[in-house]
């Protein structure tokens, strides 16, 4: 029944061991990473084995699972029904990833404008200020924490400093290469819809490129920001908000770039055509949402 | 790649798997709402179990079982299996089971995920249970983890806790994407969005709000994390954040949450009382809007569980006022359940019993939820037993009185035989006086001033905590007499028919009893009588 | 809806049902309490409260004349209306109106609350873990004195192994004292995490929270003794932590604000003193017994493993000066807290030779307020 390519009928896999798998591997993953994290709390060994063994076992069976899914589609038994199935799950997801960046931002917001005029003794809790840190002062980014001595406050701050010194600003340059890559990620796209696929492949790999090479940047601007700027995670909510908001979008450039790289690799070896794409489409639908988070990012963290 | 596709001739039937390797491996939506519903059953007991702790040390002043810090990390861990082992996996279950049938698709939208989805949920709280074996004790900061008690002051099995909830909400968002999915995609044609039955209605809006939420649940968790092992300052003032940024953002989901648990029970108790009215359910279309409005209003109202947080003024009326809106979109799904009744032809079976005793009942509770939300009385109410009062009302006879009428009402679809009538109303008659003797006592001593969290307590509220605990052990030893009622109709219950209530309409009832695997290879004809009713 | 007549009965019958439960005030309903805010939200509270009452009889009285009438076995055949938008439009508006009529005396009673200014005086309300501190401060906000408020119910008592006095849980050794008439302003704050400081017959309730200013103020009319509990979930014995405020006569309350100016000046004097070991463990016990015996308990013990044993510690047995350290400053990310503001150097020299000369600890030495406040300027260079 459901094997059969009869295209008026959905397609229900049949049973499979992927998904439980799956579960086990995140849970020791997760228990892993717990246990070493409290380990090195406590100044003692982290012991990576079980999380590494739980990632290892999660990311075998995520290629078992796509491959699976993959030779499904070329064997046929996806309909359109199924694909559009495909297309609401990729798409809600998304959404789940934005309100996931809209707590970090709202956060961001909340200290920022609410909380830091607060401590600094302004607005509707100005007491707070006034009376608990007379020696702190409303400004952004924080320089000197309420309490320098339990959060050492940063040394100089990453915000642009002048529009004129815009295109010796590193971040304007990971901006310019983000938003190229969405451009080529796009004629990736456009090039396999006309059946172009030497295009597709070339594009892509220009895409994958951009995206590792922000992310070697990021790590670089982070390498700068340790050393040289001494705003860490540890300097107070200027270098908290900072890197939680571009470190998981760091993150995540490498996540979708992992993506990317897996569509090319399939593009290679003659996956994808005119009419089906969907793999690749989900990549880049991920790609932009990534980016348009970064260009928030840069304003709001960046520039103002 | 494109070899690995195996042949699966010998499949056609297409019948379950043997043994256990059926549940561990399936893809069925029945198999996996049966798992998702016994799951959340032992969640209840676990959870019940801990509740009736926490009643037999507040049976009488003093401290007589358990000492101060356990009794923090049963409260605790009540609520949380509660919330997230009990009540919503056992929505999500009535969603698997139904949904796909209410709309005439042969499964879920996406199945391998639907499996994922649920077994994730085991190891997430196999992990979140044995916290409280480990050294320094489980989470013992109650179910809304206010930072710096659960930050900087949090015994280290925090951490667990942490990926715990990383872990549930990465479930209820993949159950969510499925649902969703599922409704928008897998509808037998003719099935216009307007003529989807009720739950499947409540569980689209409900999947939306968890797809909103959960992930700012795993931000709110992320930013813990980060403080308790990186040196964050997102809830330290000392680095210029704030404790109370914590609160917002976890109510942010909290509230929405709250309306998770009770969207899907306004669906249920939409289906059965026009059953048993025998009457088609009154304002179908105020119905719809009215969820969609509830839903909406959720996300603008968190902050009335903050009014003693010390808001700028401006803050506290707008929480006020958007709060008591929600009365009127939840009045208007309470007067259509009422005119449906009005001038129907009423039978009491079980399921009836519940839904009525559900719409007394929830409204009490959401009575109480109105004065809560006057902040200046809420002062006086706030952190007392009477917001106990007020939740557990909309939670154990709101949500978990839907859940149970849900069972009796779709079990004889589900395993093909009828349950013990005769049973299934001592279940109810029991439940009822018992969740009232538990919980009606409460709103007297949260007025009189006492405090909740607490192990113990002054003398003044003895006799309401006496009856309370009294009502507690009632009600939650009736619920092994439904366990027992329902096993019995699963062994051996009189064979029941395909429509089994005469007044039932909908896709799921022209099926027969018990629905066949696959519900619906092949899309029905929708017909308007067999959409809604 | 007033025409019908089995409404109005049904009405009639509640309100004489519920009339004595309310006359039952102090056990079933909220209290009054002593002040003009505390009155208005009482007034607040049984308007919205029989607003419900009249909405919930009517809802369930239409809803269980049907049940009675629309039955089956009574022979009922359904009818087959399923919409009417008028009615539909009626039960929205009206609840509207209703709401609005509720929100109109919220709000007036609320900004009242909110008008902390034209204070009389004011005291810092500082929460910690697990009691309270008042701190009396002057006009341009300066401490003159501070003292600890501590649940005075013994462990005996909580553990069945005494009977519960009159005032089980709720009463403490120094209770926050203020004037009658006069507009006390509180500002609230917390030292480790989130309290909240309730006192139910003043009407105010709000949140106690570390690194952050609330505000709260009373005018009491009445002399006497006010009882409340800490509202906020705040780790173990967050049910030991009430809060008691006494309320004086105003000439009573300034002769009581003079004493205790002069009480501060004498323990200041005392930091210069040298006391007898017999002294200092006497001090020291009592120290012990107030501010360290919920943690550490009565024997020393601790409970391991969050709380460690202090009897055998090393770090108390070890170099004085650690264990000041460790008053001193308390033990970051942990629950040990700094004393340094909730004691003096006098009781932190007693409890320090006191732990070192009990239950086994036998380090022999003498621990002087002098060898704390040397410390502590030490730890200041
Ligand atoms: C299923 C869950 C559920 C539901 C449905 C609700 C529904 C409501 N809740 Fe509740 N609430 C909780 C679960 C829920 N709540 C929980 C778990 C907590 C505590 C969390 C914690 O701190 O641990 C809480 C706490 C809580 C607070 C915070 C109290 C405090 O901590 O100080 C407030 C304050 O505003 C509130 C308000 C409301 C309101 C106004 C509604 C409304 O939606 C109710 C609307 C319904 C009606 C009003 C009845 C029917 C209407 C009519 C018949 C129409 C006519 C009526 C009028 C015009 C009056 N709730
Ligand atoms: C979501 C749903 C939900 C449900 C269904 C319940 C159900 C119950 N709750 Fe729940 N409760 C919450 C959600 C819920 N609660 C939340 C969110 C909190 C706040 C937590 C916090 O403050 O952080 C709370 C807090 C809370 C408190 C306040 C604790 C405190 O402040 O210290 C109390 C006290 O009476 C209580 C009691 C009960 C009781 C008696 C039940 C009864 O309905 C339970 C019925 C019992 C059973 C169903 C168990 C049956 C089991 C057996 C008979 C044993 C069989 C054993 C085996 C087979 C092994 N609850
Ligand atoms: Cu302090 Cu609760
Ligand atoms: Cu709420």
């Not at chain 2, 959401?366 to 952190?383: C, E, K, N, R, V």
């Not at chain 2, 096993?487 to 009893?513: D, N």
Request: aromatic share 16%.
């Amino acid at each position: 029944m459901s094997n059969s390519n009869d295209q008026s009928v959905y397609y229900v896999p049949h049973d499979g061991w992927y998904p439980v798998v799956l579960a086990a591997g995140l849970f020791f993953m997760v228990f892993g990473l717990g246990d070493a994290l409290n380990a090195m709390k406590s100044g003692g060994d982290p012991g990576w084995v079980m999380s590494a063994l739980g990632f290892s076992l999660f990311a075998v069976v995520l290629y078992f699972w796509f491959a699976k899914v993959i030779a499904e589609n070329h064997a046929g038994l996806n309909n359109a029904q199924v694909k559009r199935s495909y297309v609401w799950g990729m798409g809600w997801f998304i959404f789940s990833e934005v309100m996931f960046f809209a707590a970090f931002f709202g956060a961001l917001f909340y200290t920022r404008v609410l909380v830091v005029s607060w401590l600094g003794g302004d607005g509707g809790k100005a007491m707070t200020g006034d009376y608990l840190w007379p020696e702190f002062e409303n400004t952004w980014p924080v320089m000197d924490n309420p309490d320098n001595a339990v959060f050492t406050p940063p040394e100089q701050s990453i915000q642009l400093k002048s529009f004129g010194s815009l295109f010796t600003y590193l971040p304007f340059w990971n901006t310019v290469i983000l938003v190229a890559s969405s451009f080529t990620v796009h004629w990736a796209h456009s090039a396999i819809k006309k059946g172009n696929r030497s295009g597709l492949v070339s594009w892509l790999a220009l895409t994958v490129a951009l995206g590792f090479l922000f992310v070697f940047l990021q790590g670089y601007e982070y390498w700068e920001l340790y050393t040289h700027y001494g705003l860490t995670l540890d300097s107070g909510i200027y270098g908290s908000t900072f890197f939680i908001l571009t470190g998981f979008h760091g993150f995540h450039v490498t996540l979708g770039a992992v993506i990317l790289l897996v569509q090319l690799i399939r593009a290679i070896r003659g996956h994808f055509t005119a009419t089906d794409q969907f793999g690749l489409e989900a990549g880049s639908w991920y790609w932009h949402f990534v980016d348009v988070v970064w260009i928030c990012l840069f304003f709001l963290v960046y520039i103002v | 790649m494109s070899a690995v596709i195996e042949s699966h001739d010998d499949h056609h039937d297409h019948g379950p798997a043997k043994g256990l390797a059926r549940w561990l491996f399936t893809t069925n939506h029945k198999d996996i709402g049966t798992l998702y519903l016994w799951f959340s059953f032992a969640m209840l007991l676990i959870g019940g179990t801990m509740a009736l702790i926490i009643r037999a040390e507040l049976f009488q002043p003093g401290l007589q079982f358990v000492n101060p810090e356990f009794f923090n990390q049963m409260t605790t861990n009540h609520g949380l299996i509660m919330v997230f082992g009990a009540i919503m996996p056992a929505f999500v279950g009535l969603a698997n089971w139904l949904v796909p049938m209410m709309v005439g698709a042969p499964d879920m939208a996406l199945p391998r995920m639907n499996n994922l989805s649920f077994w994730i949920l085991p190891f997430a709280f196999g992990m979140m249970i044995s916290t409280l074996f480990m050294e320094g004790g489980g989470p013992n900061f109650g179910w809304t983890f206010y930072a710096p008690l659960s930050t900087t002051y949090a015994p280290d099995s925090v951490t667990f806790f942490i990926f715990a909830v990383h872990m549930m909400g990465a479930s209820s968002i993949m159950g969510s994407i499925n649902i969703i999915a599922t409704i928008l995609n897998m509808r037998a044609p003719g099935m216009t969005l307007m003529q989807m039955p009720l739950f499947v209605w409540t569980w689209l809006i409900t999947a939306y709000l968890l797809i909103a939420v959960m992930p700012v649940l795993a931000g709110a968790v992320t930013m813990m994390l980060f403080d308790i092992h990186f040196g964050t300052s997102f809830f330290n003032a000392a680095g210029g954040g704030d404790p109370v940024m914590f609160q917002h953002i976890f109510w942010f989901f909290g509230h929405p949450e709250v309306y998770i648990m009770i969207l899907p029970a306004f669906g249920i108790v939409s289906h059965i009382i026009p059953t048993f009215a025998r009457k088609q359910l009154f304002g179908y279309d105020s119905m719809v809007y009215a969820v969609a409005s509830i839903a909406f209003l959720s996300f603008i109202v968190w902050a009335h569980h903050m009014f003693t947080v010390g808001m700028p003024l401006a803050g506290q009326l707008f929480f006020m006022y958007a709060t008591m809106l929600i009365a009127i979109p939840t009045g208007v799904k309470v007067f259509n359940w009422i005119s449906t009744m009005w001038r129907g032809s009423m039978t009491f079976e079980t399921p009836m019993l519940f839904a009525i005793a559900f719409v007394v009942l929830f409204t009490i509770g959401g009575f109480s939820g109105l004065m809560l939300a006057i902040t200046p009385a809420d002062y006086q109410y706030h952190d007392t037993y009477f917001v106990v009062a007020h939740f557990h009302y909309v939670l154990v006879p709101g949500a978990l009185f839907s859940i149970i009428a849900a069972v009796y009402y779709w079990l004889p679809k589900w395993c093909g035989n009828m349950y013990d009538e005769r049973l299934g109303k001592l279940h109810f008659w029991l439940s009822f006086i018992g969740v009232n003797v538990t919980f009606f006592p409460q709103h007297f001593s949260g007025l009189a001033g006492m405090p909740r969290r607490i192990p113990d307590y002054a003398l003044q509220f003895a006799d309401f905590n006496m009856i309370s605990s009294v009502g507690a052990f009632i009600f939650g030893f009736s619920q092994l007499l439904f366990m027992y009622v329902v096993i019995h109709a699963i062994r051996s219950g009189k064979q029941a028919t395909g429509r089994v209530w005469e007044g039932a309409h909908g896709l799921e009832w022209t099926l027969p009893s018990p629905a066949p695997y696959h519900s619906f290879t092949h899309p029905p004809k929708v017909t308007a009588a067999d959409a809604h009713g | 809806m007033s025409n019908s007549p089995i409404v109005s009965r049904l009405i009639l019958a509640v309100v004489a049902l519920a009339a004595p439960a309310v006359a039952f005030a102090d056990e079933l309903n909220m209290r009054v309490g002593v002040t003009e805010i505390s009155r208005e939200v009482y007034d607040l509270h049984m308007l919205i409260f029989w607003i419900c009452v009249v909405i919930g009889v009517v809802v369930f009285g239409v809803m269980f004349w049907s049940i009675v009438h629309h039955r089956r076995a009574a022979g009922y055949e359904p009818a087959s209306f399923h919409e009417n938008t008028k009615i539909e439009i009626a039960w929205t508006v009206g609840p509207l109106l209703i709401l609005i009529a509720m929100a109109v005396p919220a709000t007036e009673v609320l900004v009242k609350m909110y008008d902390t200014g034209g204070e009389d005086m004011t005291v810092e309300v500082r929460g910690y873990q697990w009691k309270w501190q008042y701190k009396y401060l002057d006009d341009d906000f300066n401490e003159t004195f501070a003292f600890m408020s501590n649940m005075k119910t013994s462990q005996d008592e909580i553990y069945e192994r005494a009977n519960k006095g009159e005032h089980y849980l709720l009463d403490v050794d120094n209770p926050l004292v203020i004037p009658t008439n006069r507009k006390v302003r509180f500002l609230l704050t917390a030292n480790d995490v989130i309290h909240a400081w309730w006192v139910p017959d003043f009407g105010i309730k709000r949140d106690a929270i570390p690194g952050i200013i609330n505000e709260l103020w009373a005018i009491v009319p009445e002399p006497g003794i006010y009882r409340g509990q800490c509202t906020e979930l705040c780790g173990k014995d967050h049910g030991f932590m009430p809060v008691v405020v006494q309320v004086l006569d105003e000439a009573d309350y300034d002769v009581w604000y003079g004493e205790q100016l002069q009480a501060a000046q004498a323990r200041k004097a005392a930091l210069s003193k040298t006391f007898t070991p017999e002294e200092l463990m006497a001090e020291g016990e009592a120290v012990y017994g107030t501010y360290c015996v919920a943690c550490h308990q009565p024997a020393g013990q601790g409970i391991p493993p969050v709380y460690p044993a202090l009897a055998g510690s090393p770090k108390v047995t070890g170099d004085q000066g650690d264990q000041i350290q460790i008053l001193w400053e308390g033990v970051p990310g942990s629950a040990m807290q700094s004393f340094a503001s909730q004691l003096d150097a006098a009781q932190i020299a007693a409890v320090v030779h006191y732990t070192r000369n009990s239950w086994g600890n036998s380090v022999g030495d003498v621990t002087q307020p002098r060898d704390v406040v040397e410390w502590s300027e030490g730890s200041q260079e």
